[in-house]
């Protein structure tokens, strides 16, 4: 498939592991230049220069919160007007609501709702007037099917969705969509630490409870983030204008449904 995506400009929020990395590779393949972000240095540097080599796209690091106003100032000045925009940041903690007060709840919402709605604004008024615009959001399986012990990123994630059904109508016309990409069980660190409070909750080990989680899914295994990657290129190609406000859910199949 012929993305017609060389030469177009992406931000990608969160990328230095996992699925915002895999979101990257995939752009990248397909000859989109980079803006990566993440909050450590390092690896985030690291990830850069293996696209880099891999694809020889531009890629530039951007180190910083993205949760904050002066990450989202660092990452848009990097690249004023993207054509690509792909929100993700860290997933909210695991626990019980009883013991989450104010504080807390207001920086889950803060990363995984209000963060992506303050980048879409930057972006999408330029992206629509440029009559070419992809934005992405990764969000959750939890959105469609709640997880019990993820509370606040069933809460918040939620939210975003729901603004996004409304945005995503008002911009269509200008060729500039907003999808969201709902993972189920993916390998990356965060499945891991979520795995490890489940395991140790059961008494198993972290593998034993991947294991399970894996059997679950009618697909009989955990995602590969490039799984993931591919389909947030797949959305982005110039081909997929007409996909406007959709939730797709990538889980093996968990999600137990005729449709929707
Ligand atoms: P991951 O492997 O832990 O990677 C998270 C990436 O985001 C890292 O590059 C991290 O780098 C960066 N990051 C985290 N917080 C950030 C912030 N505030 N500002 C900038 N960068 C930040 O996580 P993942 O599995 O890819 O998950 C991505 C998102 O999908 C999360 O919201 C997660 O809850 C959600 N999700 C994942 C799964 C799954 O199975 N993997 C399933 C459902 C939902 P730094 O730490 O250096 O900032």
């Known amino acids: 498939m012929d993305t017609g995506l060389k030469g177009r400009r992406a931000i990608v929020c969160a990328a230095s592991k996992g699925l915002g990395r895999a979101c990257a590779e995939a752009l990248a393949r397909e000859g989109v230049d980079l803006v990566v972000t993440a909050r450590t240095p390092g690896p985030l540097e690291e990830t850069a220069a293996a696209i880099r080599a891999a694809t020889g796209v531009r890629v530039t690091a951007v180190a910083g919160d993205i949760t904050t106003e002066e990450g989202r100032v660092a990452a848009l000045a990097a690249c004023p007007e993207p054509d690509i925009l792909v929100n993700n940041a860290g997933g909210p903690p ?5 013991d989450w007060d104010r504080a807390t709840w207001v920086k889950a919402i803060d ?3 209000l963060t992506p709605i303050f980048l879409i604004r930057a972006v999408v008024d330029g992206m629509a007037a ?6 992405v959001n990764i969000t959750s399986a939890s959105v469609k099917s709640p997880i019990p012990n993820l509370g606040m ?3 918040a994630r939620a ?3 729901g603004f996004v059904a409304g945005l995503a109508r008002q911009v269509a016309a200008h060729n500039v969509t907003i999808n969201n990409l709902l993972p189920g069980p993916f390998r990356t660190d965060r499945l891991l630490t979520t795995m490890r409070v489940a395991a140790e909750k059961a008494g198993r080990a972290v593998e034993e409870e991947i294991e399970l989680r894996a059997q679950r899914s009618p697909a009989g295994r955990i995602g590969d983030p490039a799984e993931f990657g591919a389909a947030c290129a797949f959305l982005c190609a110039a081909s997929s204008g007409f996909i406007v406000g959709q939730n797709l859910v990538l889980d093996g199949g968990a999600f137990n449904s005729t449709m929707g």
Request: aromatic fraction near 10%; charged fraction near 25%.
């Open 111 to 113: 990363a995984n709702m």
């Open 153 to 155: 990123s069933n809460g």
């Open 159 to 161: 939210g975003l969705t």
């Open 130 to 135: 440029r009559r070419f615009g992809r934005i």
């Open 94 to 98: 695991p626990g019980d609501f009883r």
